[in-house]
């Protein structure tokens, strides 16, 4: 038996350590997982650089046509602090001595083209009395409103020169996360200034700073001053209109916001066209489909909006749309966002007509509405001034 082992021991040894080298080399023979890790190796290249080393031509290219705002607006002040005081007021009331004094405001604007329309932001030119440009090659003028729409905070200027410098339009549509983005503007009203970042992401939306919503978000440095300049691409082409910052001290912390030119440029041919930006209407309010919604209606797993509030005699109530329907699609378009949905409505022409799909008491329902004007935006309250 000894002699038998001392005899057959080497080789079964051998076999051994033979399988488990193959076992450790090879494991998908035996049915075991491979253990091979495939890394993907970066090609090598003859430059260490990847990008230009300077942005200085795309600067040139786009800073003439980025100009400084400087804008001015009378405003109403009592002359002594406690006129302001509530239980003075309810016996003396609002007739008291008030002075008069000029506030000024600083932002930027692009110069689109050589005619001299010019985009801004609207919250720049609101209520301004004077708006006074200045370009990059030194001469100012005074601007005129065109128009303006508060619900994507854009407006509309006009000035008449001659030998106007116009940005190169790019396309918003077209950028990728990670792109350089350059933004031009007057920030804090030191002069124009250039500040270079990434963009960051596209498609913001439900930040509450406008009705509709679609920014582009960069880390390029926007402070105060920046609102309606220029956000270019590495070329020079101008790719957003500079609009907001996200910030808890009042200066740049990384987090600016744009709007895309894709935009900014139908909004600005409405205005110039007709006076002011023509949106569809359906005269409802929505609200998202909740999980215990979709519960009750038996709708899990399906998109969906719920009618929040139908207008009297609007498009969608003489439709037949009524209060709790739950809108699963406008014009074969998957209604799951409420936003993107009234945004679908408000890119369709007055008087066309839409077929909307809708569930009512379990039951899926089909109604046809003509879609209406959108009425403008109802002003702000006036308040008091200080």
């Known amino acids: 038996m000894f002699k038998a082992l001392r005899y057959l021991g080497w080789p079964l040894l051998t076999g051994l350590l033979v399988a488990l080298l193959v076992i450790q080399r090879f494991p998908q023979w035996v049915g075991l997982p491979s253990q091979d890790v495939n890394l993907q190796q970066a090609p090598q290249t003859t430059s260490a650089m990847q990008g230009p080393v300077s942005y200085a031509d795309a600067v040139t290219t786009a800073a003439p046509a980025v100009a400084n705002l400087y804008t001015t607006k009378v405003v109403n002040k009592t002359s002594h602090p406690l006129f302001e005081d509530p239980q003075f007021r309810r016996f003396f009331g609002d007739n008291l001595p008030k002075q008069r004094?000029?506030?000024?405001?600083?932002?930027?604007?692009?110069?689109?083209?050589?005619?001299?329309?010019?985009?801004?932001?609207?919250?720049?030119?609101?209520?301004?009395?004077?708006?006074?440009?200045?370009?990059?090659?030194?001469?100012?003028?005074?601007?005129?409103?065109?128009?303006?729409?508060?619900?994507?905070?854009?407006?509309?200027?006009?000035?008449?020169?001659?030998?106007?410098?116009?940005?190169?339009?790019?396309?918003?549509?077209?950028?990728?996360?990670?792109?350089?983005?350059?933004?031009i503007g007057n920030p804090f009203g030191v002069g124009q200034t250039v500040t270079m970042g990434i963009i960051s992401a596209t498609g913001r939306n439900q930040l509450g700073l406008n009705t509709y919503e679609d920014f582009i978000q960069t880390d390029a440095a926007i402070n105060p001053?920046?609102?309606?300049?220029?956000?270019?691409?590495?070329?020079?082409?101008?790719?957003?209109?500079?609009?907001?910052?996200?910030?808890?001290?009042?200066?740049?912390?990384?987090?600016?916001?744009?709007?895309?030119?894709?935009?900014?440029?139908?909004?600005?041919?409405?205005?110039?066209?007709?006076?002011?930006?023509?949106?569809?209407?359906?005269?409802?309010?929505?609200?998202?489909?909740?999980?215990?919604?979709?519960?009750?209606?038996?709708?899990?797993?399906?998109?969906?909006?719920?009618?929040?509030?139908?207008?009297?005699?609007?498009?969608?109530?003489?439709?037949?749309?009524?209060?709790?329907?739950?809108?699963?699609?406008?014009?074969?378009?998957?209604?799951?966002?409420?936003?993107?949905?009234?945004?679908?409505?408000?890119?369709?022409?007055?008087?066309?007509?839409?077929?909307?799909?809708?569930?009512?008491n379990g039951k899926e329902l089909k109604f046809t509405a003509e879609v209406g004007l959108r009425p403008p935006p109802a002003p702000a309250p006036a308040t008091a001034q200080d």
């Open 225 to 360: 001053g920046n609102s309606g300049g220029a956000l270019v691409d590495a070329n020079g082409n101008l790719t957003g209109i500079n609009t907001a910052i996200f910030s808890k001290s009042g200066g740049s912390q990384g987090i600016g916001f744009a709007i895309p030119i894709k935009l900014a440029l139908e909004v600005m041919k409405s205005i110039i066209e007709h006076g002011q930006v023509i949106r569809g209407w359906l005269g409802i309010e929505v609200q998202p489909l909740s999980q215990e919604l979709a519960e009750s209606y038996g709708l899990q797993n399906r998109p969906g909006i719920v009618v929040a509030g139908v207008f009297r005699d609007g498009p969608a109530q003489k439709a037949g749309l009524q209060l709790g329907d739950v809108i699963l699609s406008i014009n074969g378009e998957p209604a799951g966002d409420g936003r993107r949905s009234m945004n679908q409505v408000a890119r369709t022409k007055p008087n066309d007509k839409v077929a909307i799909e809708v569930v009512r």
């Open 101 to 183: 004094r000029w506030e000024s405001s600083l932002g930027s604007a692009v110069i689109m083209s050589p005619e001299g329309y010019l985009l801004t932001n609207n919250h720049v030119t609101s209520g301004a009395d004077q708006i006074v440009v200045a370009l990059k090659d030194g001469r100012e003028t005074l601007a005129r409103v065109i128009g303006s729409d508060p619900e994507t905070d854009l407006a509309v200027l006009k000035i008449d020169l001659k030998n106007l410098p116009s940005i190169t339009v790019g396309r918003s549509d077209n950028i990728h996360i990670g792109d350089v983005a350059l933004a």
